[in-house]
């Protein structure tokens, strides 16, 4: 009996936690905030990411409050319209968890490699 080659894919998912073990900033509010610098607006960039408005606001300000930074500067509707953008806290944030993000996803990539020779 010829056994089939076990096809091993490594998987890791990224979040930042506070000192009490709870999670602050992860990949749902990253897409967020990338989405929010692209758009400069928090309403496109929910609609982007598939966030109702509502709850794409409540994330930012869940992360901020946790943070104890401003990620996002918001400015009120009018003529001109309301609009977004990141703060310089916010554009580090992403940076660098995308950064490691990125770090990982090689490393994960020289597993697979790795992996495939176990066949």
Same mark, same amino acid.
């Given at each position: 009996m010829t056994? &089939?080659?076990v096809?091993i894919?490594?998987?890791?998912?990224?979040?930042?936690?506070?000192?009490? %073990? +709870?999670?602050?900033?992860?990949?749902?509010?990253?897409?967020?905030?990338?989405?929010i610098?692209?758009?400069?607006?928090?309403?496109?960039? /929910?609609?982007?990411?598939?966030?109702s408005?509502?709850y794409?606001?409540?994330?930012?300000?869940?992360?901020?409050?946790?943070?104890?930074?401003?990620l #996002?500067?918001?400015?009120? %509707?009018? *003529?001109?319209?309301?609009?977004?953008?990141?703060? #310089?806290? %916010?554009?580090?944030?992403?940076k +660098?968890?995308? &950064?490691?993000?990125?770090?990982?996803? *090689?490393?994960?990539?020289?597993? +697979?490699?790795? /992996?495939? +020779?176990w066949?």
């Open positions: 056994k &089939k080659p096809i894919r490594p998987k890791a998912k990224l979040w930042f936690e506070d000192g009490k %073990g +709870q999670a602050i900033f992860g990949e749902g509010v990253a897409d967020l905030l990338a989405a610098d692209k758009y400069k607006s928090i309403s496109a960039a /929910s609609k982007h990411t598939g966030m408005y509502r794409a606001l409540h994330r930012v300000s869940l992360s901020e409050k946790h943070l104890e930074r401003k #996002v500067k918001r400015f009120k %509707g009018g *003529k001109a319209g309301g609009g977004a953008e990141l703060t #310089v806290a %916010g554009e580090k944030m992403l +660098q968890y995308r &950064k490691i993000q990125r770090s990982i996803e *090689k490393f994960l990539e020289t597993f +697979q490699r790795a /992996s495939e +020779q066949r």
